[in-house]
């Protein structure tokens, strides 16, 4: 009997072995820097494993083929280093460190908005600038005039999401699910709240879930079908929004399922039927079928690097690899100019410029580092996004 | 109608909770220890369905087997190797290495089968009831659960009280060393526990992520909390006290959350478990046990 223990035993570790090994090549970027030499060193850190990893490989993604991009080009060149927080503060913070130790120079996320909430803090002390690609929470850009977002911020997103239900025919009686332990969820659900009573939209049902207990929403569904709801709000990731989904499906309960920039990733969760989320609508700047050059272009790029349709993480990280780029190149930055010297020239060229990219046209900052353009609605068809006026 | 939809949702949950349960009891009962690692078998149970269906195509049916055996094995092999050699010792050893169990298989999975959760396709086909002109659903998830729920609750009765096999784990958790003097081999008997509670958190698995798709390694974690204060609650060492205590806390919880609040459920829950343990120390059907001296 022992021998067969130790027998299983053995082949337990080997396994585990093998799988540590898998891992380890799926996560490359983490030590190696696209560019060498010369190079402005870009920090990044996201969720690159864990329940949020949709958005942080989105974003790595995206930010490499920028990169790659201007890199190719010549004359300005950067080194992108992205390290994984799994959306997890402490996490986040040692990734800080990490990548301060590499040397960066410019801080391009970090991805969520609680890791960014730690990372704003330190950015603002260093007196490094940072530009977020997607962490859209209100407290994030508090922390320092030189913390920027390219992103809304999360309140934005809940009184543009009543705003346009308020102008749009969607339907008559409103639910709302929210997660009440998540700012970016909560941020979104008081300001969506505050404008749909502005708006004189009737909210007939509020359910709320936590981190403990979001692994059952059917009594939050259920609960918003007896209200009699046609248009359901659902401020928040994808991971959950699966399941309400597919439950809201199982019962035959068929509303207006309405999402905000969260919800952008429920396409690729694995196992996902797509099918579930016809007709879904969300809230976003970005919109894959656009007809524009940069947009097909970029779409055709991503689809080759990873296979998959990018979502809009992907668009705002692209983005803010080139509004970098464009404030760098204004500015006259050179890799050779300390991590300060650098962050007050961008400070001076964010609160200035105007940036075209992928997620909006004109876009401009405001000193507080809230970035202004227009968001639009998309709905996915035929497991599609398409854009709605 | 509503109310009557809610009683269906809690009792749907708190059967997957009273399955989960039945294996922490009966450890308890017979090993008098807590296997805190339960949870995370129930993670692998699924994990192995999954695979078995998304990967190699097989039907549900046979990705359930495939994950009862799994389980089966998983938890034999658990046993004598992390708390057998550790039997004898004061009872905080074990606790602490099925702690350490517990973290060493959610790290495995997270090593094997990465953290990013995946959608769990249900393992029923059924099309739902639809009752009362669409004011009821009942979901073919539901049904199948209670139905399973069930026919454990009576397999496992029928073999506690009829089987040679059985009786000998009633003997052992009644007093082990004296039926370690009428011949019961007691090493035998509590890995037999062990396999039958792995066994039962392999079909607990399935029939979670049925319900609730998300799968992911923690995905056993939080219902394994739950399906142990389950088994507290009805009287742990209890069959029918875990069935009673898991099915009594999906009602509660469901209930909570419908009518009182969606976020303050799980305080609510846990306070109405601290009262009734203030009342009945032992649990709902526990036995109250005079130590003589």
Redesign the interface.
């Known amino acids: 009997?022992k021998k067969l223990?130790a027998f299983?035993?053995a082949v337990?570790m080997v396994?585990?072995m093998l799988?540590?090994c898998g891992?380890s090549e799926s996560a490359p970027a983490a030590d190696a820097p696209v560019a060498e030499a010369g190079a402005i060193k870009l920090g990044m850190c996201g969720p690159l494993?864990?329940?949020a990893?949709?958005y942080g490989t989105a974003v790595q993604a995206g930010m490499e083929i920028a990169v790659e991009e201007i890199n190719a080009k010549g004359g300005l060149q950067f080194a992108l280093n992205c390290q994984d927080d799994?959306h997890d503060t402490e996490k986040a913070a040692n990734a800080y460190n990490t990548l301060k130790d590499w040397g960066m120079q410019i801080m391009a996320g970090p991805v969520t908005t609680a890791p960014s909430n730690v990372v704003a803090g330190e950015c603002a002390n260093d007196q490094i600038f940072m530009l977020t690609p997607s962490a859209s929470g209100a407290s994030v850009i508090e922390y320092g005039d030189n913390i920027f977002q390219i992103c809304f911020t999360d309140p934005n997103q809940g009184t543009a999401s009543a705003d346009y239900m308020a102008t749009h025919d969607l339907g008559t009686t409103i639910g709302v699910i929210y997660d009440?332990s998540d700012v970016y969820s909560s941020g979104i659900f008081d300001k969506f709240m505050t404008q749909a009573e502005a708006n004189g939209l009737n909210v007939a049902c509020e359910?709320?879930?936590?981190g403990?207990?979001k692994?059952?929403?059917?009594?939050?569904v259920?609960?918003c079908k007896?209200a009699g709801c046609d248009v359901v709000f659902l401020p928040f990731y994808a991971?959950?929004a699966?399941?309400v989904l597919?439950y809201a499906d199982?019962?035959?309960y068929k509303p207006v399922f309405f999402g905000c920039d969260g919800m952008d990733g429920i396409l690729t969760?694995?196992?996902?039927?797509p099918a579930l989320a016809e007709g879904l609508m969300l809230l976003t700047p970005f919109s894959a079928d656009a007809e524009d050059e940069a947009t097909k272009s970029f779409v055709a790029k991503f689809q080759e690097k990873t296979g998959i349709v990018p979502n809009q993480f992907a668009a705002d990280a692209y983005d803010v690899i080139y509004a970098l780029a464009q404030a760098c190149e204004n500015a006259g930055v050179t890799a050779d100019m300390s991590a300060t010297d650098i962050n007050a020239k961008l400070i001076e060229q964010f609160t200035s410029m105007t940036f075209d990219g992928l997620t909006g046209a004109g876009m401009t900052w405001a000193a507080t580092g809230e970035v202004s353009k227009t968001p639009m609605a998309v709905v996915i068809e035929n497991g599609v996004y398409v854009g709605v006026e | 109608m509503?109310f009557l939809?809610?009683l269906i949702?809690g009792i749907s949950?708190g059967a997957v909770y009273a399955i989960i349960a039945l294996g922490y009891t009966m450890v308890y009962g017979i090993a008098k220890m807590l296997n805190f690692a339960h949870g995370d078998v129930i993670m692998v149970g699924a994990y192995v369905s999954?695979c078995v269906t998304?990967y190699l195509g097989m039907p549900a049916i046979v990705s359930i087997l495939v994950a009862v055996v799994a389980c089966t094995v998983l938890g034999i092999?658990i046993e004598?190797?992390a708390y057998k050699p550790l039997r004898g010792t004061p009872s905080l050893a074990v606790l602490i290495t099925a702690i350490g169990v517990s973290y060493f298989l959610q790290n495995?999975a997270q090593?094997?089968f990465?953290?990013?959760?995946?959608?769990?396709?249900?393992i029923v086909t059924m099309q739902?009831l639809?009752l009362f002109g669409?004011g009821l659903?009942i979901?073919g998830?539901v049904i199948i659960t209670i139905a399973i729920c069930v026919a454990i609750m009576v397999g496992l009765t029928l073999f506690t009280s009829k089987t040679r096999m059985g009786k000998a784990m009633r003997a052992v958790s009644e007093d082990r060393a004296a039926a370690q003097l009428m011949g019961i081999n007691v090493n035998q008997t509590i890995s037999l526990t062990f396999a039958i509670g792995s066994a039962l958190a392999a079909v607990a698995g399935v029939l979670l992520c049925s319900?609730?798709?998300?799968?992911?390694p923690t995905?056993g974690a939080?219902?394994g909390i739950r399906a142990f204060t389950a088994a507290v609650f009805g009287g742990i060492g209890s069959i029918p006290g875990a069935m009673l205590g898991g099915i009594l806390l999906g009602i509660i919880?469901?209930f909570s959350?419908?009518y009182i609040s969606?976020?303050f459920?799980?305080a609510i829950v846990f306070s109405v478990l601290i009262i009734i343990l203030l009342v009945k120390p032992a649990g709902l059907l526990g036995k109250q046990i005079q130590e003589k001296v």
Do not use: R, W
């Open positions: 009997m223990f299983v035993l337990m396994m585990s799988a540590g891992a494993t864990g329940g990893a949709v799994e009440s359910a709320s879930f936590t403990d207990n692994s059952d929403l059917t009594t939050q259920t609960q007896e991971t959950e699966a399941q597919t199982k019962i035959g969760v694995e196992g996902f039927d | 509503s939809q809610y949702n949950i999954y998304s092999v004598g190797l495995a090593l094997i990465g953290s990013a959760p995946k959608n769990f396709k249900s739902p639809t669409g659903t979901t998830e319900t609730v798709p998300t799968l992911m995905t939080m219902p919880e469901t959350k419908a969606t976020q459920s799980d």
